[in-house]
């Protein structure tokens, strides 16, 4: 497996969303458990440096919000965060955080049509440590995870997850 590292690629951000302006889209090369180079792009948020929330090794974040809990984020921003692959990927680790105060859900889901995975965080938690949720392990081969909020029926849409690594 391949770390993706926002800062060992030398991206840095402003500390909060309303600063970060457009949604951006990174692409990181990486070498992956396949033959060669693969690419990943992650799309729907922000780099964000050192951001309120979550207490964090790595300083630096890709991350999303909705006006609803950041009245002056950039509307450009995805109620998802994507990440897609120029290779299928047969397992994937991902670390995410919810930076909101209350509780929260996140779908993570692939394009080949997996079950998806539901996850739910604490105010200002992430998945387990270092390790991350891993998930897509069986035989089939993932070129695209999504990562979105599980928002009720009938709840207004809040949002504020971040992304600090990816594993293909």
Do not use: C
């Not at 948020?45 to 999303?64: E, F, H, K, Q, R």
């Not at 692959?85 to 996140?106: C, D, K, R």
């Amino acid at each position: 497996m391949a770390l993706i590292n926002w800062t060992q690629l030398g991206l840095e951000g402003p500390t909060s969303f309303a600063a970060a302006g457009l949604a951006q889209t990174i692409v990181a090369d990486f070498y992956g458990s396949l033959p060669g180079l693969t690419q990943a792009t992650i799309s729907g948020g922000v780099i964000l440096g050192s951001p309120s929330g979550p207490p964090l090794a790595d300083p630096v974040l890709y991350g999303t919000a909705s006006q609803s809990v950041i009245s002056n984020a950039n509307p450009s921003l995805q109620e998802s965060i994507t990440i897609s692959f120029t290779q299928p990927v047969h397992t994937f680790s991902v670390e995410i955080f919810n930076g909101l105060s209350t509780s929260a859900s996140y779908e993570v889901t692939d394009n080949t049509g997996d079950p998806p995975a539901i996850i739910t965080l604490q105010p200002n938690s992430s998945t387990s440590g270092n390790n991350g949720f891993a998930g897509f392990s069986n035989d089939t081969e993932a070129t695209s995870i999504t990562i979105t909020p599980v928002v009720l029926k009938g709840s207004p849409r809040s949002l504020l997850n971040f992304v600090k690594r990816a594993l293909p």
